[in-house]
């Protein structure tokens, strides 16, 4: 599906989290199997609109989370269709276990909501940059995982989510990141989008790099280079289809995630790239170090997470493309 | 013990459609072949855990047999108890008490923990029907049962939940947390059952990483304690009743057993956790349980 | 209570070299400068917490400048008594007590959680001297002491173990495991603060999910517990000579404290656990501890 | 460095976890830093034979992950080289936060010896079959991790451990597994070996899955086709040079490992060829399912970890080669 995105020159700025905080509240009031979990972290996660909406469906469970995703596992062999909250480190990390052998194992539909992924996270520092989950999840048989861009498609995602029967793990940010979609830009779980045409490359991304693709495609665009932009929001199941089109249309890609390089999405598409159409690739992502304390936009400068280094990587792909 | 007695609505519950309510002897008899099964199953299969199998033969019986309110032919019949074994090793004695109330024909113990079988090493929802969450990994379990709990509260059901632990696997911190949240919520319904049978892999539980005094833990985590015979089927039953009655605080019911109970051999040796009997000493193990392979695996294979 | 009573070695090793042993007035008056640099410098950083910081800031400095026996120097000094704040999250009082106690210098509190500084929002080994091991994700830190403590015992080392816990982390089940090891092995070397100021993120500890009986839960898991006035410098030291001299079990202070005290409007209310006072409200902080936002910035930046 | 590894018929069978175990042994002989620490598995992942030289060194933590992970990194913290060992599930998973917090983000020395990886543990069922290992451990900074082919590498793989400064992971299997080295067979850790040259594709291999590439190796040899046979025991740090010098040369790359396919070895692999060398790629691996109860060898052929699968993988990928 092609959803022609082009940018104002100022955006609107909305945290991703309100919109998973924003759903839930309606999801709320038309499914009464939903459940809302959270590991002392309401504000944070905002599920607190959900807890005051439907006190009696709200479970506080403390700091504990291998306790939660195993509760949820229970709420949801019961009917119930269980969201649990925390920090995307301790919901990937700390209950990787209880995801693996309980919630995945028995295919439960327990879905999970990692707040605060990403360098973006800014002052807190490494220890709650998550930036290892789509590695973790995306290697867990039986598990789907949503990586949405903004506001909206954080809304849409997480009624996504709600709407597939087994587990799923939903990213989302900290700050106030672009908005970049709207109410109505189709959004299908388990199908990337094209949110801009381009024949010269791909640029492949996820979350909030979604905006920083398509400011590179602007850039690019004004030397003449056509850039197509994909919104990968779904990173497991991968859409493979799309993947390969677009290496065999446009024969180079970059792809874009606020995430280590290890194993992330630039990992899943280049094992669907050599598996089907091999072409340059570069990867644009955390480069195997632990983030650390600063502003949010001084580390994705730093952390080289910008529109401009998505147009360094676009330029050594070409360059690689050409001279092949 | 409970301070409070059941009202009669509870006791009405008590009896519902689905609980077997056997007696003592009887369950005792049944006691007896879970302990047959459960040595011709691991004989066949040449792998596998007999140890905590066999020490939790007799309350798992209990349970099945008496107190459960469950529809083996019709395993997500709503109304239903919710049971979960914690201790996902102890798949012998799991598929035994299923098999043996109806679950899946007693043939498929035959074929538990192979390739071509349902019957996995380790309790599987996609495999085996009835299993209703997968179990392996230590600690997990109770926390499942309390998320059980908070739907049937949520749903004003009156589902009573039971979940079975060992002893070496209170070592596990999110026992702790489960612990915790259940006092937290005061659920009731839940009844949880400890394996005490002092042994883990390696050794003696509390030369591994002492437990006691475990009682005490339990209450200062708001739990309602209750001691019993983990073999003497009467004081199970007291137990579950106990249970059962006590309103406002989940119960736990610390069953003292011995490891490997029924086989002599295997008596209080940790070196039975995970092993199988080799034929020859299943023969003997069967003869002291009054009967033989050749018997016992017949009367498997024929339902 | 400990019913034991220090040996003369031990009252030797606690004079040891590293170890202040200020007096209690001292101690009052470092223990408001460290209030003084907590508000100063969230001010400055406006992102961090405020509550646990004040929370911790009294038996912090008992710990720093009366008990522990360190060279900020020499961070590595092979004689060094531990200490790791287990929440990770109060980085504000434990870089201001490193700070104050010459880890280094005052004016780095001015760059906390900057992109240019060491400061990290999380106590990072690779930032900062003097932090051993990063922490931030709660339950963790107890495990980390355990470990130090084994090592000393393997060395023969006259090592002491501190560790500062949080009252809602305690609801992280690893807190229990490290708990029941450390009663196992009889660590009596370690020695573990809860910072039990009744508050977490969400609200009262109680409503989020209650951790009591406390006391109870410790003694059940074979710990030595001490309760003490946590912002009485008398009774904090009390507390701590009480876990030095017992001998044969972990002790475990349960330090009653309030969260964000010394600054009235933060005192009791758990909206501070996470937020910086705005500018003009450190102001007002300030004043209350008897400073301003310019002196103490400019005693910091000189330092 | 080539170590050209020929097969005879019949190949002694060893477990590698004994390597394990008896490296242990020999390290403590000389280092008297090394502790060891298991969560109530001694005999299954043969830290006994240490614990029986050295009881004062080793640490018995019961059955507690969590805390096994941080109390070594206590340990670490005072100067010794601690070596906590468990089943490579509960080691990966249940231990994953304090992997990262504790052990990674604060660098320090701790080993971490993951027992029972791979489908071929058998009758256990999935529970207990790891396969989620590398993705998990390659996805955090400051992770080194090693899969050994057999006995004897992984007795050089646990002394190379403790000779490295810094956190790694160790992956065993449970059986008696192919010996394809002997003592003196060279081992440098961070650097694959090519174990057999040649020129018309590269078969990258770990575990026990090296010795299922030399088999389909000869199978291919028969029919003129020169495969290279790379061993590379260290998946992280990934020996890039090696990797790019094998698609170049041999124009195309099957890897062959015993773990998911999603961000395992084959995806480390990939990552590297797309941005350097995209040539065609195949990946045999457990294709993101659970595993199940049976025997070893019914499992490895019924999840196509076999020479032949890594033969009909090899197929594919030259006739991709050919076609290009
Ligand atoms: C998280 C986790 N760690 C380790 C194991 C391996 N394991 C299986 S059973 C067992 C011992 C359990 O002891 P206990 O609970 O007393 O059961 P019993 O030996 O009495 O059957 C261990 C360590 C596991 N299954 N899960
Ligand atoms: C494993 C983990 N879960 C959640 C968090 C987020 N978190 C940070 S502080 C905190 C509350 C801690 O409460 P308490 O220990 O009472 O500290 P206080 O609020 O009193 O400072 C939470 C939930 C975390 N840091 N680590
Ligand atoms: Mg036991
Ligand atoms: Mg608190």
Redesign the interface.
Known sequence: MTATISLPEKVEMKKTREGFGRALVDLGEKDPRI?VL?G?????TMVHFFAERFP??F??????E??M????????????V?FFATYG??A???A???????V?????NVKIAGAHGGISV???????QA??EI??I?????MSMIVPCDFWETYKATKAAAAHVGPVYLRFGREDVPVVTDEHTPFTFGKGEVFAEGTDLTIIACGVMVYEALRAREALATRGLAARVVNLHTV?PLDRELIVRCAKETGA?VTAEEH?????L???V??V???ST??????VAVH???G????PS??MD?FGLRAKDIVAAADRALARKRAR | MSSEVAPPDELAAAHRAGRLGWPVERLEKKALEIRRDIVTLLSKAQTGHSGGPLSCADFGTALFFNELNIDPRNPKWPERDYWHFSIGHVTPVIYSLMAERGYFPLKDLMKFRAFDGHAQGHPSTHDTPGIEVSAGSLGQGLSVCCGVAMAARIDHHPRRVYCVMGDGEQQEGQIWEAAMFAGHYKLDQLCAFIDYNRKQIDGDVEDILGIKPLADKWRAFNWNVIDCQGHDMRDILRAIAEARAHRGRPSVILAHTVMGQGVSYMADDYHWHGKPPKPDQAEAALKELGTSYAEWSARLLAN
């Open positions: 459940v959270v002392d972290l309401s504000e944070s009696e469906r479970i506080q469970v403390g700091i504990a291998q306790n995703c195993c509760i949820s596992a229970g709420l949801a062999a019961m009917g119930k269980p480190a301790f990937s990390c700390r990787a276990d209880q995801i693996r052998v309980t995945a194992y028995s295919n439960l800014g002052p807190d520092g490494a220890t709650h930036m290892e590695s973790i995306r290697s867990i048989p039986n497991k890609i280590q390089v290890n194993g992330g630039g990992g899943a280049a094992e790239v050599v598996q091999p072409v340059p690739m570069e990867l195997d170090r632990f650390q304390s600063g502003k001084e580390l730093a």
